[in-house]
């Protein structure tokens, strides 16, 4: 753990794999390692969006809180990541971030991250790319989601079923691309 | 040779206001100029996709349209702007139907030349990339109200759907 760089990190995660060695450490460089103790809350719902994080050891519980009932909708795991498309742009975050475990996780700002994009390194432009496709993919899984309840008749057990799966489906890990 | 024509329509357009003369020539190299009648169309929903227009003059209906034939109108675009750059970053079939609502030039850029670009470090490829980022995330968020809608119409007693509803208006 102690010889693990922030490149090296990032390295391991498929947002990342189109990215020089070189580039890798630019980014790198902009990257803090965060340590989170076991039900230490990164954000709340709401909260303002402004760095993205990569999960390299333990388990950060992605939930929501609906009237005092605490719904989990997702598990980050190593090599999984949150809050990426803080990195397009900052926006309010959607659900709020818990580590279940002591967990290490490495954070990339927007502003650095801006900045390295202004100066027109090619680090960043590989990740927004990345980033595209992976908003593109979230896309056709909400119209999908769109399609199947627009064809169903309301009030079945199917039409509930099909809303729950939302819930997982929009806040799943990033599927492994590219 | 690239054409004098294309970089000088180029140039007219903000989007290229500030790319270097070379590279400007690299772009009208690669370009190629499209001419669309009223009621042709620039692209189909659901057909492979490798290339966008920046449209020179004319106006393009965005549509998208369902299995059963209903069109539904998405935006209407015109002059400076662009259509289907989703293409040059995903390998999936289009998602709406553009047609021409007027007489349209356009300049047409495929994929593998903006490919070419991006991995030659072109300014405006950089720059174009980063506006592609952002029209994919504000789809997302129209596709999320689109759902939001979706789940409007079930029976709001049952918490579950009230319960979804509130964390896509938080997504948005």
Redo the contacts between chains.
Sequence with gaps: MALLTAGDALRAVSLFETLSDEELDTIGAIAHFDHFNEGETLFLTGDPGTCMWVVVTGQIDIHFDVEGTDVTLASIVRKGILGELSLIEPQARSASARARTDSVLLRIDYSPFAELRDALHPAPYKLLRELSRLVCIRIRSVNQQIELLSRMTPSTVERRKAITDILTMLWKPAPHHG | MADPRIAHRLREMPLFADVRPKELALLALVMQEVHFNVGDLLCRIHEPADSCYFIVEGEVEVLNE?ARGDARHLATLGPGMVVGQ?AL??E?PR?ATCVARSATYALQLDKSDFDML?SS?S?F??RF??L???T??D??RQ??R??NE??G???AE????A??Q??LE??S
Aim: charged share 20%; aromatic share 8%.
């Design positions: 369902n989703i970053v995903d999936d998602s991006f470090g300014q490829a950089y990339q980063a592609i980022a952002l994919t995330v789809q997302l596709a999320n689109r759902l979706v789940i119409g079930s029976n049952d918490d579950i759907f319960q979804v509130r964390i938080g997504r």
